[in-house]
């Protein structure tokens, strides 16, 4: 099975950039499809983004549509998410997941990382 580890999170004010990291180890992620979710306190995980195990498909949230980006660097075996035009609301912990070929993008995702935090300051 896959190992995901998440980087890149950090404090940042509202406007800035981010990007983060979602390293595999353990299999090849062109095994899976990707998926980037983020998770507030006490709130439900809600689901941000995801890439096709190809990398020629990419799904968004409406509200990341045009300020985020997924993409997967096979030869790194790493998929990323750029964030841009970072929000207050955009603070959460971010996870990344893979879901087996066999499903599509919207699941069931079963790897899932250790998440990191973003936090958006106004």
């Known amino acids: 099975q896959v190992q995901l580890v998440e980087s890149g999170g950090g404090s940042v004010q509202a406007g800035d950039s981010l990007r983060l990291s979602c390293a595999a180890s353990g299999r090849t992620l062109s095994s899976y499809h990707m998926g980037w979710f983020r998770q507030v306190p006490g709130e439900e995980r809600e689901f941000i983004a995801a890439?096709?195990?190809?990398?020629?498909?990419?799904y968004y949230k409406d509200s990341a549509k045009g300020r985020f980006t997924i993409s997967r660097d096979g030869a790194k075996n790493t998929v990323y998410l750029q964030m841009n035009s970072l929000k207050p609301e955009d603070t959460a912990v971010y996870y990344c997941?893979?879901?087996?070929?066999?499903?599509?993008?919207?699941?069931?995702?079963?790897?899932w990382g250790q998440g990191t935090q973003v936090t958006v300051s106004s």
């Open positions: 997941a893979a879901t087996p070929l066999y499903n599509n993008y919207a699941g069931p995702y079963h790897y």
């Open positions: 890439i096709s195990w190809s990398g020629s498909s990419t």
